[in-house]
């Protein structure tokens, strides 16, 4: 393989990581997905168009062969709409580029991307613990879970709040930033809770290239500071859905 493929690849690590684990809803399990992925690319000796791409194709038919489920009739979406979503929204690629990679034409994945939008709109709410402490992106995330349909039961700024929140109001879905300046940290805040009380988890970050190294136990779902409403309203259906939280 060329030292500008290698380099490609090694570049969409993070994001292939970040698009594994929200679809098998591990972190370990995502992150063998992408290692295997990456073994028999890097055996094949070269890739055709874009690395990122590739990767993610890959990763998507390992998962499949390894008898992985990422969607039902129970949960509303099938499982090429949550991908497609996860593709779309989560991972910021084109329905063009999503279609390829799931397999699909064009026009059916946007039909299909446009009813999976819609489901969600109508999907169950959860009770939602937000922990973030600038308070002005608190209330804009708060916001926007509101508008997705789930109530937030706590908003807590710093490592003894978000606990004790957790603690009277047993949320069924913990929505953290990770630096919570004076306040501690949000990594630590959710494991002090899922200690007690196991609930899925989505980590929101700026840089999440610096979370998704597989090196440390890590969440898996993260999704990107700033993000859009329809970035949440994925990344929680697929927790609450479809995720387990921290290995």
Known sequence: MSIPQHDQLVHALPYARRYARALSGSQSHGDALVAESLKGLLAKGTIEGDARAVLYRCVTRRFDQSGGRSGSAETGLSRTQ???????????????????????GVETAQRDLTEAREQLRASAAADVLI?????????????????????????????????????????????????????????????????????????????????????????????????????????????????????
């Open 82 to 104: 949550r991908r497609l979503l996860l593709l779309t929204s989560l991972e910021g690629m084109s329905v063009e580029q999503a279609a390829a990679i799931v397999g699909l």
């Open 131 to 247: 922990i973030e402490d600038e308070p002005i992106i608190a209330m804009d995330i708060e916001e926007l879970v509101e508008n997705c349909g789930h109530r937030v039961v706590g908003v807590a700024a710093n490592e003894r709040d978000a606990v004790e929140i957790a603690r009277r109001t047993r949320p069924g879905l913990i929505l953290a930033d990770i630096n919570l300046g004076a306040g501690g940290d949000g990594a630590n805040a959710v494991s002090r809770i899922l200690r007690t009380h196991p609930a899925p988890v989505i980590f929101v970050t700026a840089y999440p290239e610096r979370l998704l190294t597989g090196e440390t136990v890590e969440p898996a779902f993260v999704i990107t500071k700033p993000f859009e409403p329809m970035t949440l309203a994925i990344a929680t259906y697929q927790a609450v859905t479809g995720g387990v939280h921290l290995d």
